[in-house]
């Protein structure tokens, strides 16, 4: 998806994103400061999450629970320097599961992403 957006319209964006996603994968691109992890705790409140949502820069991955019970996993790769760490960390178990997988610096990853995910570009 390659949609502009601001406050004014974030609710919106983020629904959509969460009704055209087919395997609960996002990936988000950006520079740094653009936005993402605003637009991902947006996507977190849609998708019900009552955690705090923070971006998980220096642990890589946080794991949310929604009031529905589903797991929302946030990770944000911007200090990965090697995607040998991120199959460290099991990101493979991650990405196959069927739970959210909401991703900032993707890129730093790329190699290991699924093919067939919607790539948000802010």
């Not at 605003?38 to 009031?67: H, M, R, W």
């Not at 200090?79 to 960390?89: Q, S, V, Y």
Request: glycine share 4%.
């Amino acid at each position: 998806m390659n949609k502009n957006y601001s406050l004014e319209n974030l609710s919106e964006v983020a629904s959509e994103l969460i009704s055209s996603v087919e395997n609960k994968t996002l990936l988000f691109y950006g520079q740094m400061g653009v936005g993402k992890t605003t637009l991902i705790k947006e996507i977190c409140k849609q998708l019900g999450v009552l955690d705090t949502i923070s971006s998980p820069t220096f642990s890589l991955v946080n794991e949310y629970q929604t009031a529905t019970n589903e797991k929302v996993f946030h990770f944000d790769f911007y200090r990965i320097t090697d995607e040998e760490e991120a199959l460290d960390m099991g990101i493979e178990d991650y990405l196959y599961n069927n739970d959210w997988c909401l991703i900032e610096w993707p890129e730093n990853i790329k190699n290991l992403a699924p093919l067939n995910i919607i790539k948000t570009i802010l």
